[in-house]
């Protein structure tokens, strides 16, 4: 059976929109948070080696920092530039710290 390429590549678009609007509610969520708590910001990772996503939300909760690498043109509305002040958390550290701020770590 032959798979039309045109089809294949209309699938690969639908499901890029789809991660990328799944990214878009991560970034907004994490902005959200980031606004609600004091300390929080926003700083440049000068490190990053993905050259879109530089930015970094830190997000400043009791549980420990929680933060998340977002496109550059992503709006940050009135979220305060800080400096890097980044704690060496790990991936699974920050969801670990998320689910505990949840009450389900």
């Known amino acids: 059976m032959k798979i039309d390429k ?16 799944l990214y878009y509610q991560r970034n907004l969520v994490a902005l959200t948070l980031a606004n609600a708590f004091e300390g929080s910001g926003w700083y440049y990772d000068e490190k990053s080696k993905n050259k879109k996503t530089k930015r970094v939300i830190k997000i400043n909760h009791p549980e420990g920092q929680m933060c998340f690498h ?29 689910k505990k701020a949840c009450g389900i770590g």
């Open 6 to 21: 045109s089809l294949l590549l209309y699938r690969e678009m639908i499901i890029m929109a789809f991660i990328n609007e």
């Open 70 to 98: 977002i496109p550059d043109d992503f709006d940050l509305g009135n979220l305060p530039q800080i400096d890097d002040d980044w704690d060496g958390h790990t991936t699974k550290e920050k969801w670990e710290r998320m």
